[in-house]
């Protein structure tokens, strides 16, 4: 009862606390209280233009200092993140909301699919098409494609794995077993990233033993689920490498819905000088899948593990490679280079069946196959420049991103009864040429105080060689953001409790994707849509500290934000086309606690709520479908010095509207997940249990010419796995 009345009351009332670990023992130190002083005074150390503040003659935390004599308590906010400002700052330090998982955090979760680790990051929300998770449909910050785009960039290794013709991503591209870590920023991102980015960039790093190391795990489970994974990591001849094959597949819990992948990943990093190297990555990835449907609601009483009969051929065959060369350098002291060529090469053969009106307004179902062909390359270039200005550091950064990408698009009609095509329907090429710029200034104005700013300028010339359309886009997003160190309190020189207060505004935007652009599937593409455009205002805390001594430590972040969207782009019924039509607004809270109860219990409780309102049109006032206003997330994990662990998380995900009239929901579900573990030597087995409970719901669905559709949940499911992690020192040789 102690524990669950000090979590509740930090969590509600954000009392102090900070992680601090003594490196020489292993143990937590709790050293005895001492009252900090005044500022005495502030000098030179270190390099210069790099201060120290010294607070009663011990050094204390300081936005400007980069090294220090006392070193700072290891917790997971002084962990360097360089994905919120494309810069190196500690995670508490930055000007946007920011998470880290790391390794040990995402294999504790009970599960074998990244999209399931997504559904635990604060403001993430992962709905399951197939009910299982391996074809999702996403949303951040209210930012929801529906399943056919997604407003989020996604990064592997310094590789984008959106798709070039709608910005879609295949969630599960990635093992689990593969990730080093991950951080996620959310909210928009353009005056950094450019297009896509308005709810967020997630940004994973694979993993790289300093010893040669390989590792086996297979699994195997209910529906008929399997997976196998190889990787090794190390060093040869003093050259890091990893190398990572993944294979997974399940029949799937409802007809015509099988699922298989294979994936082969690796990188090498080869050192030209002591100030520079040069790294090779790559990512060859197939898939294949079965698509049963949406259910209505009598279906779904008739048989929630059936297929829609409509969507009886539907399915997806595809091929991704994707390609990275990074060379990085030192040009001088102060100076650091980063450049980068990478490619993405796609094939993807889909049948696809979408629901249309006739004049009678009568549904019908129209199925066709499409075959595409993409193809991106791109160079990029970061300088990192820091200099001295009036005795202030400044940190500039400066950017050139530049892109083409080509789209080969071919339809064809098919017929569902007999399962093949029936002619030719049509075909096109569509060019997307884009260039990028940005500058971003951060500085350091006092102890306590750290500012940055800057902008960024895209440019988009898209065509397509049917009817020679084409489209021409510009912007520029400027950023200026703050970080305030409020609150340092230190016992024994280690810091009990710190506080940062951040905030940020900024402009964002998103490009019309190639197919709202110019598909030709149905003519309801517009090649004179504009960018989609908005302001990001936001606001939030990062706090952590120490909550009873000896025992429990913490940390917490919580962001609150307001961005009013313009032009954003929907389907108009009058002209039976794409078009920039309604404006909206996104107000929401997330809040993220982790728990550290020394020395076997972690826990974390995230809180989310997002609202995502019409500001003009038909419907103003009304919360957009699919969205929930209400999410939660919880998690704990007992590590028992037997080598036995275990995790139980629970996920909550309140209601969603079927469509823009708000005239009915889906109602709220939850699920309840758990995983036990053992380790001996050099193996660990683990047991997965996933909807425990049994709970039944429809996780994703919407509403069309009168007709509800959803998209049904896997009842429990168990899974069994092991895994070996052995030497590899015949790499070494």
């Not at 879609?168 to 928009?188: F, Q």
């Not at 960039?201 to 190391?213: A, G, L």
């Not at 094959?245 to 992948?261: E, I, L, P, V």
């Not at 206003?629 to 995790?647: D, E, I, K, P, W």
Request: charged content about 20%; hydrophobic content about 35%.
């Amino acid at each position: 009862m102690k524990i669950i009345i000090c979590t509740i009351a930090f969590f509600l009332f954000s009392s102090p606390f900070v992680i601090a670990q003594d490196t020489t023992s292993g143990g937590y130190i709790v050293p005895k209280k001492k009252k900090i002083g005044k500022i005495k005074q502030i000098v030179p150390k270190e390099r210069e233009g790099i201060r120290t503040l010294n607070i009663g003659g011990k050094a204390q935390l300081d936005l400007r200092q980069e090294s220090r004599t006392i070193k700072p308590p290891t917790y997971t906010m002084e962990t360097m993140v360089v994905t919120s400002e494309r810069v190196e700052n500690k995670l508490a330090f930055t000007t946007n909301s920011s998470s880290l998982f790391t390794s040990t955090d995402i294999l504790s979760i009970p599960s074998n699919r990244f999209s399931d680790v997504l559904n635990n990051i604060p403001g993430f929300i992962v709905l399951k098409k197939d009910g299982l998770g391996n074809n999702s449909v996403t949303t951040m910050r209210g930012f929801y494609g529906g399943g056919e785009s997604d407003y989020v960039l996604f990064y592997v290794d310094g590789m984008k794995m959106n798709d070039l013709e709608n910005g879609a991503i295949d969630w599960n591209s990635i093992s689990p077993y593969d990730i080093a870590k991950m951080e996620i920023l959310r909210g928009p991102a353009s005056a950094l990233y450019g297009d896509v980015g308005l709810g967020g960039v997630i940004n994973v790093t694979t993993k790289e033993e300093k010893v040669s190391t390989g590792v086996a795990s297979m699994s195997a489970g209910s529906f008929g689920g399997r997976e196998l994974n190889l990787r090794t990591s190390g060093k040869v001849q003093d050259v890091p490498y990893r190398l990572s094959f993944q294979s997974s597949a399940t029949d799937g819990f409802r007809k015509h819905s099988g699922w298989g992948n294979s994936t082969l990943s690796g990188d090498v990093t080869t050192s030209l000088n002591a100030n520079s190297k040069l790294q090779w990555s790559f990512s060859n990835r197939t898939t294949n899948f079965d698509d049963p449907g949406p259910l209505t609601p009598a279906d779904l009483l008739n048989d929630r593990e059936g297929t829609n009969i409509n969507y009886g051929s539907d399915g997806k065959i595809e091929n991704r490679f994707n390609g990275r060369v990074n060379y990085s350098t030192t040009l001088f002291e102060r100076a650091d280079f980063r450049a980068g060529f990478y490619t993405q090469q796609r094939t993807a053969n889909t049948i696809g069946t979408i629901p249309l009106l006739d004049t009678a307004l009568t549904i019908f179902y129209n199925t066709k196959e499409r075959e595409v062909q993409s193809g991106v390359f791109g160079i990029d270039a970061t300088a990192i420049v820091e200099d001295t200005i009036e005795d202030i550091p400044n940190k500039f950064i400066f950017g050139l991103e530049l892109e083409t990408g080509k789209l080969q698009s071919t339809y064809f009609t098919y017929d569902g009864l007999t399962d093949s095509r029936t002619g030719w329907s049509s075909y096109g090429v569509g060019k997307r040429h884009h260039v990028g710029m940005f500058v971003h200034d951060e500085v350091p104005i006092t102890p306590k105080v750290k500012l940055n700013g800057g902008f960024r300028f895209d440019s988009y010339n898209d065509s397509y060689d049917v009817n020679s359309a084409s489209a021409s886009h510009t912007s520029v997003t400027p950023k200026v953001g703050a970080n305030y160190l409020f609150a340092t309190e230190l016992e024994n020189d280690i810091p009990v409790y710190t506080g940062n207060v951040y905030g940020n505004i900024s402009r964002a935007f998103k490009a019309p994707t190639l197919d709202q652009l110019f598909d030709q599937r149905l003519p309801i593409s517009n090649p004179k849509l504009k960018p989609q455009n908005g302001w990001n205002l936001e606001a939030g805390v990062y706090q952590r500290g120490r909550i009873i001594e000896k025992k429990m430590y913490g940390e917490m972040v919580t962001s609150f934000y307001f961005i009013p969207m313009t032009d954003e782009i929907d389907y108009d019924v009058a002209t039976s086309k794409y078009a920039n039509i309604t404006n909206s607004q996104h107000l929401g809270i997330e809040n993220g606690f982790k728990l550290h109860w020394v020395p076997n219990i972690t826990a974390f409780l995230n809180y989310t709520f997002t609202s995502v309102t019409f500001s003009s049109g038909t419907f103003s006032g009304n919360q957009l479908k699919g969205i929930p206003r209400h999410s939660l997330a919880f998690g704990a994990t007992y590590r028992h010095r037997t080598n036995v662990s275990g995790t139980l998380t629970w996920n909550y995900t309140g209601d969603r509207y079927y469509d823009d009239k708000n005239s009915e929901s889906l109602s709220g579900f939850h699920t309840l997940n758990m995983r036990i573990s053992y380790k001996r030597d050099f193996l660990r087995g683990f047991v997965d249990f996933e909807n425990i409970l049994g709970a039944k719901f429809n996780s994703f669905g919407y509403e069309f010419g009168g007709t509800k559709f959803a998209y049904s949940s896997a009842p429990t499911s168990i899974r069994l796995g092991v895994e070996a992690t052995f030497d590899t020192p015949w790499f070494s040789k």
